[in-house]
Structure formats: structure tokens, C-alpha cells
């Protein structure tokens, strides 16, 4: 007899991994749903934005979009080398930069979007539930209507929108950020001051978008949803019981209310991390933030689908990975209920 | 009353509404006086929504935001007297509550709390009220459960890892851990089955003796009252209408609602239909003026319907709140 | 029957009475009255305002009644820009409606489905709504825009979002779906011989619609923010006006840093009073519907 938790890990890993699939089935087939003659007009576009291409390099990229496309070979062998693909995350040689692999200039983007996308989701989670956890123990309700009703007019708002205001303010009313970043410096650190150029850069370049993502997550969602947890738990029989004991408040506060809504807040925590691929892709180009969004933006406009379609595996996998996490470390090191289920 | 009829408790005028709007309120209890001496067992009864769980919480001295209390409730500590519903929350919380009161509250099955394990609730309130440090307390807990007939790894254990049962129990024996001399038990036993609600009530019966703490059981269910019960308390719709030695209640109830209630437990050898009382208990938002049971009162006169009877005395403490019993 | 169906309406009539009791459905009834207003007052603007250089270009606002077309001044190519976000908004709106109309939809069917079935059945709506549900949205869709690119119209684009739009409701009508049939009067229901589908069309549903009604609402709210972001990606029916395509025009001529504010600002506030006024609604709705979120607060 396997231990529960075992069993549960199994599961959970079964299903990841079927999850998987199913969404590595369906990109699949919607690159099946586009048309063959498709694939000209985007070579055309490719060919219109003047890049000097060679006819040697012409083939190569009309061979990669037949390829992706499933035009070429058998449907098993379409199918295989797409799932190769898709879990490799090899899509050939970028348009843009041709014929750099498209995965390494992902790779040359992707530090910037984690680590916006990390920092960014760390302080909103952690703003955002003491604000709100805060505001359900405070006996004074003006203040939690108000903040309440600015929080539930926030949480609508997409990050972009709010990006789009922001930057108007910022870039136009107030002219404290710069809004065009000069280059890219190289992610490469060699000495000291590289480092502290590189932080500098990154903090000038990531205030507004970090700004945009933080307003809105941390008082919309974030805020919202622990003060609607607190306010229940408060209510729960066995706080109540608490009380009747005559638990300090501090305690009550803290190991009754704060742990409990602590369990589907880091439940989501670990669902919001899991977008950190994908999570502002609209943000990060609005700001020409340096991150995958720009990149996105990029190879929209030069048709290279090698490139989005290594973003759009990376975010698949990404999400998935987070799922399976949650469903099994996250949980069993928070709720003993399911820790020590019987 | 085997232990003598030193008194404990003493409830005077006590008032309790709760604030719905400026305007609104539920009229929860009005006009409330008691007593309880040390050591003694008695029962409050009386339908759902007749208050009586909001008259414990008042008699223990936790108030509910929007709960509303007037009069006084009287403790005899160690250095005195002390009025619960004056006194300061914190003071409450750190001398008088589980050290000398302690409470049971509905629903007992589901209130440890899920993410502490069983041992830490008793930790905690050594810790707090005796000062004890933390390996003490441990051991103090551990003795204490033995001492209680359970297993001493119950403590290790989480709340969800337990049945049903021994959750209540666990329950029952956090709320003797201090030896505490008033215990209020606000329905101990409902949502248990038969078997399960003899068990525990005879555990928690025992407990008391052994302590000599006055227990305070609040229950629709009459049953129990007469089971467990030496004085029962009758509510109805926030007022106390019957007040009774409860052996002396059974043979002979006074009040026409506790005579209703009566008549409808099932008895030996009875083979008749169970009588049952017209009608719903009136709306706590608009009391009916005069006696609250008017409208459902099989004997119902005229001066009912005007004017609220007064209480009538009679030996052993046997109090009637009725126009019936008034000689003119 | 009329007897049923005046029955039924008596019963929806006081549910928007109820619902009028609440203040937040009250402003959000009233934004989304003004910007159905507004979009149908799109109907009015004339033809010309179409072509570039009809106008004048970039002519800051003018108050003047005389000439409404300038109210909100002029575009860099000399179009109007009260007359461009009257249709941008229009055009929004029934891009989100009809994803509405498909995607909510369709996760009605699943989800209900899946709510009912068991065994092998549930599992497989299970994982194929699950896997939906945590496919990232917006690389999705850029990645099947770029290629449909070329057949992207008004009525096409609802299909693409659809697409993904269908998940949410589905996974929410079926733990509706779960929950409801949990429940005793269901088993009562099953013992007393009613026939199954007549449990789910007389038990199920009318608790399922309402939560319907909601996730219709969110939809339209997800869709026109999709597209929005589609656009700002240069991926949307660029030759029309959407509120996306608006900002994507006014970004590309860089409005905002020549200080043609009047072309980025009105977008931006219709999409956020949209949002706002659609959020309110449903979840005014949502609030209704779940007594337990009724308890506390209000």
C-alpha cells in the first residue's frame, strides 16, 4: 500500500502531464488550421521589411515554416517533430536574426521578463495581503469601504490600460522616468561596475512597468481577495472559540486568521508565478521594457514564428510546471489536512 | 445542591438586543434575572430563537459587536466580585476567562482550529494563564490528557485526524483544563447521534462532579434536561417564564409553554398523539405587548394581552412568570 | 404556459429590483447604459469620417456645437476622433458581445456536461477544460492571429477568441453544476422517478443561469480586453475601429509624446469605464447569487 501522499504525487503528475499534452495537442492543431498559401505572405513580409536575404537563407526559412506548419512529410512525422519541438523548445532559426536559433534569443530576453515578473509579483503579493488582512482586523470601516471601493475599480483594469494612463502621466504630465530605453546592455557580467550598470538599468527600465503591474495586482486582486478571506475566517467557529478562550488577539491575528488565509493565498501565489513567462507581455512592450513582450512585439511585425511560438511553448510549460508544484509541494507543506491526510 | 448554596453567578436585569439599523433591532433578551450557586448543575431550555444562546454569551461576558447589553452580571473571583459586563475585554481575556469561567460552544466538533495541532490548544492556554514554558507545558498538557482517560497522542494529532467524537471530547476536556468553577455548555451535544450524545455528557457530568464547577447547559433538547439537569431555566422569546427544581418541573410544569413543552416529549407506555403548539414564537424585532406568549397560550386572557405578568414565587426557588398564577 | 412564462418574469423582475438595491449595480448599470448610448449614436456619424484627410489634421478639441465632428479635434490623418470612438466603441462592444455569445456558451455545454457525466466522461471534459483554462490566453492567440491575419474581420475575430474564451464558464458552470447536484432536492428529486433531463432542465439550469448571466458579462469583458491587446500587438482588424485599434494608431503616430492627448485619452477612459461598469454588474450578480458572500459586508 502506497503512502497517501505518494498516491497523491502520482496523481498529480499524471495529470500535469496529461494537461500537457492536451495543450501541446491543441497548439498543435491550431497550426494545422492555417492555410499552405499562408506561409508565401509571410515569407513576402519577411522579405518586405528589406532584410538582405540570401536565397540559400530564403529556402532554410521557407523549409522552417513548411516544417512548422505541417506541410512537409508524413502526418506522423509532422507530429513527432512538432512534439520534439514543442518540448525542446526548438523551433528553428529566428527570422530576425537569422539564422540564430530562435531559442537563444529568447533566452537573451527572458531574464528581464522573470525578473520583472518575479520582483513585481513577490511585493504585490506580499502589499497586497498585509493591506488587506490589515484593513479586516482595523475596527475603523471608513476606511475599509474606501479602500475597498478603490480596490474593486482597480481590479478590472488590465495591466496595460492602467500602463497607457501611467505613461501619460509619467511621460507627459511629470517627466520623472525615461520611457526609451537607450540598449540593451549585455546580461554578461565581468567586473563590478558591470553589475551595478546592469542594476541601474534595470531599475530605470522597470519602475513604470512594475509600477502598472504592482497598482493594479496588489490593491486589486491581491487586496480584495485577503480581506475577503479575513473578514470570513474572522466569523469561522473556531476563531470564535478562540476568543471565548481568551487567546491573545495578537495570536488570533496571527496563527487563527493569518494562517488559514494564508492557504489559498499561497495557493495563488504559486498560480500567479506560473505566468511569469506571459503575465505583462502587453506592459513590457508599451514601456519598451527590454523583456519578452518587446521581442513578442519584434517578431510579430517581421512574421517570425519561431520566435512566438517559443514564447508560447515556454508559457504553456511554464504554467503547467507551477500547476503540478502547487498541487503537490505547495499544498503539502502548508495545509496539514492534506500533509497528514488519513 | 450537594454542595452547599454558596451563590456564584448573579444575573440582574440583564437586556440584550441586537443593532440591525439605528432604527431596528432584535430584542434578543429582556428583563433577565438569575442566579447559580457553586457546584450546581442547571439547564436553560426553550425553542430555537428564544435567545438563550445570546443570554449564555452575555453571562460569560462576550460581547458581540453588534450585540447591545444592559444590567449586570455578577462573578465571584478570589478578590471579590466583579461585574463581566463593566469590566474591560482584556482584563476579561487575561484573568477571568477559562481561568474561572470557561465555555463550550455550539457546533463543538468543528472548532479547534485546522492548522494548529491538538497539543498546542492546551500549550497555549498553560502557557498564557500558569506562565508555564513551553517543555512544561507539554508535559502538563500530557499528564492532564491521561488524566482525562484519552490517549496522550491525541496531542500530537491535527483536529482533522481525530473523529467526530474525540473532538468533543478534546473540547470538553480545554474547557476543564484551568478547573474552572462556572462551565457553560451552549447545546454540547447537537449533531451527534443518541449513542454518542449519552457518552459525552456523562463524560462531561463526571468532570464537574470531580472539579465541583457549576455547568450551565443550554439545550432545546428536554431530554437532556431531565437526564442531567437539578434546576431548569424555561425561555421563551427572550423572557424567562419558568424558573424550576427540575425532578418537580417534570411531574408538574407551571407554565403553559413549558406545559406544551412537555407534552410533547413521548412517554412509556403512551400510545396517544403528541400534542404540539399552534402557531410561531413571535418576531423579537416587535415583541406582541403584554405576555409574549399570548398569542400561542391556550388560556390566554384578556389582561395577558395588555400588560406583562409579573413573577410569582413559590418554595424551592420555583419562580412563574404568569397572569395564571396571580391571586386577585 | 403563458401562465409559466408571466410567472417566470414576475420572478426576473424583482431579482433586478433586488439587484437595484445595490449601489455598485446601480453605477454600473448606468456606465453601460451611457456606452450603449454612445455606440448607437455611432450610427449617426457620416460617411466621410472614414477617409484621411478629410479633416484638418491633429486640431486639438473645440468646443463648439456648431461643429460636433471637431469636439474631440483630429487624428494625425485628419479623421475625427468623436466620430472614430463612437464606432471604436461600437465596434468593441459587439466584438465582445458575440464572443460572449459564442464562448459563454459553449463552456455553458461543457461545463454542464461535465457536471453531470461520470466516470471516463468527467475525466476527460475535466482535463480538456483544465488544460484550456491554464492555457496562457494572450501568446495563444497572438500565435493564431498572425497567421489569420489576412481573414480578420469583426465577425472572424470573435471565433479566434472564442477559442480560448469558453474555458472559464465551462469550469465554472460545472462546480455549479457539482454543487447543485449535491444537493437534496436533486435526490429527492432522482427517487420520486423524475427523469433526468428533466432534473437538469427544471433543477439544474435555473440555479446554472444565473451564474450564466456572470461569466456571459465576464466574457465580454475578457474579449474586449483581448482585443485591445491584440491590437496594441498590431494584430487586430487594423482597417476598422475597435478601441484597440485606436490605441494601437495613436501609439504608432506616438500621440502621446506630441501631445495630441485627445487622441489616446478618450480610448482609454471608455475601456476603463467598460470594465468598470460590466465588473460592477456582474458582480453585483455574483454577490446575489452567493448567499455566503450576501452574509458579511454590504
Redesign the interface.
Known amino acids: 500500500m502506497l503512502h497517501p501522499f505518494a498516491k497523491h504525487l502520482i496523481n498529480r503528475t499524471l495529470v500535469a502531464v496529461v494537461t500537457l499534452f492536451i495543450a501541446f495537442n491543441v497548439s498543435y492543431l491550431l497550426l494545422r488550421a492555417i492555410p499552405a498559401s499562408a506561409v508565401d505572405t509571410m515569407l513576402a513580409s519577411v522579405a518586405q521589411l528589406g532584410q538582405r536575404l540570401d536565397p540559400e537563407d530564403y529556402i532554410r526559412m521557407r523549409q522552417t515554416l513548411m516544417e512548422l506548419f505541417g506541410l512537409t512529410g508524413s502526418p506522423v512525422d509532422q507530429y513527432i517533430a512538432y512534439l520534439r519541438r514543442f518540448f525542446l523548445l526548438d523551433f528553428g532559426p529566428s527570422f530576425m536574426a537569422f539564422p540564430t536559433p530562435a531559442r537563444n534569443i529568447v533566452a537573451r530576453f527572458l531574464p528581464w521578463t522573470v525578473g520583472l515578473l518575479l520582483v513585481t509579483t513577490v511585493i504585490s503579493w506580499l502589499a497586497g495581503n498585509t493591506l488587506g488582512v490589515f484593513v479586516s482586523f482595523v475596527k475603523n470601516r471608513r476606511l475599509s469601504r474606501t479602500l475597498e471601493n478603490i480596490a474593486i475599480m482597480l481590479y478590472p483594469i488590465p495591466y496595460y490600460v492602467l500602463s497607457l494612463a501611467l505613461i501619460y502621466i509619467f511621460a507627459f504630465l511629470i517627466p520623472i522616468f525615461s520611457l526609451s530605453p537607450v540598449s540593451v546592455p549585455s546580461i554578461r557580467i565581468a567586473s563590478i561596475s558591470d553589475a551595478i550598470n546592469v542594476a541601474i538599468y534595470f531599475f530605470r527600465a522597470a519602475a513604470l512597468p512594475a509600477i502598472s503591474i504592482i497598482i493594479v495586482s496588489a490593491f486589486g486582486w491581491w487586496f480584495l481577495s485577503s480581506r475577503t478571506l479575513s473578514i470570513s475566517t474572522i466569523t469561522e ?2 476563531v ?10 495578537g ?1 488570533i491575528r496571527g ?2 486568521v493569518l ?2 488565509v494564508m ?1 489559498p493565498q499561497v495557493t495563488a501565489l504559486a498560480l500567479a508565478l506560473g505566468t511569469i513567462f506571459s503575465g505583462a507581455l502587453v506592459t513590457e512592450y508599451i514601456f519598451a521594457y527590454p523583456g519578452l513582450g518587446s521581442l513578442l512585439y519584434q517578431s510579430i511585425i517581421i512574421g517570425d514564428y519561431p520566435i512566438a511560438l517559443t514564447i508560447l511553448s515556454l508559457s504553456i510549460i511554464g504554467v503547467i510546471i507551477s500547476m503540478w508544484l502547487l498541487d503537490t509541494v505547495v499544498y503539502y507543506v502548508i ?3 492534506i500533509r ?1 491526510a ?1 | 445542591m450537594s454542595i452547599g448554596n454558596t451563590s456564584i453567578l448573579r444575573a440582574v436585569d440583564i437586556y440584550g438586543e441586537y443593532v440591525v439599523s439605528p432604527l431596528l433591532s432584535v430584542k434578543a433578551v429582556t428583563n433577565v434575572i438569575l442566579h447559580m450557586n457553586s457546584g450546581e448543575i442547571v439547564g436553560i431550555a426553550g425553542e430555537s430563537g428564544c435567545g438563550k444562546s445570546t443570554l449564555v454569551k452575555i453571562l ?1 461576558g ?1 460581547i458581540e459587536p453588534s450585540l447591545r447589553v444592559r444590567g449586570r452580571v455578577l462573578l465571584n473571583i478570589d478578590d471579590g466580585t466583579i461585574d463581566l459586563l463593566s469590566v474591560d475585554e482584556e482584563y ?3 484573568r ?4 474561572y469561567i ?2 463550550i ?3 463543538s466538533m ?7 495541532r491538538v497539543g498546542d490548544h492546551f500549550t ?2 498553560l502557557k ?2 500558569l506562565n508555564l514554558e513551553k517543555d512544561e507545558a507539554i508535559r502538563v498538557a500530557g499528564e492532564y490528557v491521561e488524566d482525562l482517560g484519552l490517549r496522550k497522542d491525541v496531542l500530537k ?2 483536529p ?2 481525530l473523529s467526530g467524537g474525540m473532538r468533543q471530547r478534546i ?1 470538553v476536556a ?1 474547557s476543564l483544563l484551568l478547573k474552572p468553577r462556572v462551565i457553560f455548555a451552549d447545546e454540547p451535544t447537537t449533531a451527534v447521534d443518541v449513542v454518542l450524545q449519552k457518552v459525552l455528557l456523562q463524560y462531561l457530568l463526571d468532570k464537574q462532579k470531580e472539579y465541583g464547577s457549576t455547568l450551565i447547559i443550554v439545550t432545546h433538547d428536554m431530554s437532556i434536561h431531565a437526564m442531567a439537569t437539578e434546576r431548569i431555566i424555561v425561555m421563551y422569546a427572550g423572557h424567562v417564564v419558568e424558573e424550576a427544581p427540575t425532578e418537580l418541573f417534570y411531574e408538574d410544569p407551571k407554565h403553559p409553554y413549558s406545559r406544551a413543552l412537555i407534552n410533547s416529549l413521548p412517554r412509556l407506555g403512551d400510545k396517544g398523539i403528541r400534542q404540539g403548539l399552534a402557531g410561531q414564537p413571535p418576531s423579537l424585532i416587535n415583541p406582541p405587548p403584554g405576555c409574549r406568549f399570548h398569542p400561542r397560550c391556550p388560556y390566554s386572557m384578556d389582561i395577558c394581552r395588555r400588560e406583562e405578568p409579573p413573577i410569582n414565587k413559590y418554595e424551592n426557588g420555583w419562580r412563574v412568570k404568569c397572569w395564571l398564577y396571580v391571586k386577585r | 404556459m403563458s401562465l409559466n412564462i408571466r410567472a417566470k418574469l414576475s420572478k426576473i423582475s424583482t431579482v433586478f429590483y433586488t439587484l437595484l438595491r445595490y449601489t455598485r449595480f446601480r453605477i454600473g448599470l448606468a456606465i453601460l447604459i451611457v456606452m450603449v448610448l454612445l455606440a448607437l449614436a455611432s450610427l449617426t456619424s457620416p460617411p466621410v469620417y472614414r477617409r484621411w484627410y478629410a479633416y484638418p489634421k491633429d486640431r486639438p478639441p473645440q468646443f463648439n456645437l456648431a461643429a460636433m465632428d471637431l469636439l474631440l479635434g483630429t487624428t494625425s490623418n485628419g479623421r475625427p476622433v468623436t466620430y472614430i470612438t463612437i464606432n471604436a466603441l461600437a465596434n468593441s462592444l459587439i466584438i465582445g458581445l458575440v464572443t460572449a455569445l459564442i464562448g459563454s456558451h459553449i463552456g455553458l455545454l461543457v461545463g454542464l456536461l461535465s457536471g453531470i457525466s461520470r466516470g471516463y466522461k468527467e475525466s476527460v471534459t475535466v482535463l480538456l477544460i483544465d488544460s484550456f483554462v491554464c492555457m496562457p490566453g494572450l501568446p495563444l492567440l497572438i500565435v493564431l492571429a498572425m497567421a489569420l491575419k489576412n481573414i480578420m474581420t469583426i465577425h472572424t475575430l470573435p471565433l479566434i477568441l472564442s477559442v480560448i474564451a469558453w474555458a472559464w464558464p465551462a469550469r465554472n458552470v460545472r462546480s455549479i453544476t457539482l454543487s447543485v447536484m449535491g444537493r437534496e432536492m436533486i435526490y429527492l428529486a432522482r427517487f420520486s422517478g423524475i427523469k433526468f433531463t428533466g432534473i437538469i432542465v427544471h433543477e439544474v439550469l435555473p440555479y446554472v443561469l444565473g451564474w450564466h448571466l456572470t461569466n456571459f458579462i465576464n466574457t465580454i469583458i475578457w474579449a474586449i480586453g483581448m482585443e485591445t491587446a491584440l491590437a496594441i500587438f498590431g494584430l487586430s482588424i487594423l482597417s476598422e475601429d475597435t478601441l484597440g485599434t485606436m490605441i494601437y494608431w495613436a501609439l504608432n503616430y506616438n500621440a502621446l509624446f506630441r501631445g495630441l492627448w485627445w487622441w489616446m485619452l478618450p480610448p482609454i477612459v471608455i475601456i476603463i469605464s467598460i470594465f468598470i461598469g460590466l465588473y460592477f454588474i456582474s458582480s453585483s450578480i455574483a454577490f446575489y447569487l452567493n448567499p455566503r458572500l450576501r452574509g458579511h459586508s454590504q
Open positions: 467557529d473556531y470564535v472559540f478562540a476568543k471565548l478562550r481568551g487567546v491573545d488577539i495570536r496563527k487563527y494562517r488559514s492557504v495545509d496539514p489536512r497528514y488519513r | 460569560y462576550y476579561k481575556r487575561g477571568i476567562w477559562w481561568r470557561s465555555y460552544p455550539q457546533n468543528n472548532i479547534l482550529n485546522p492548522y494548529m497555549e492556554l498564557k494563564h494529532a491535527f482533522h485526524q473540547v480545554l
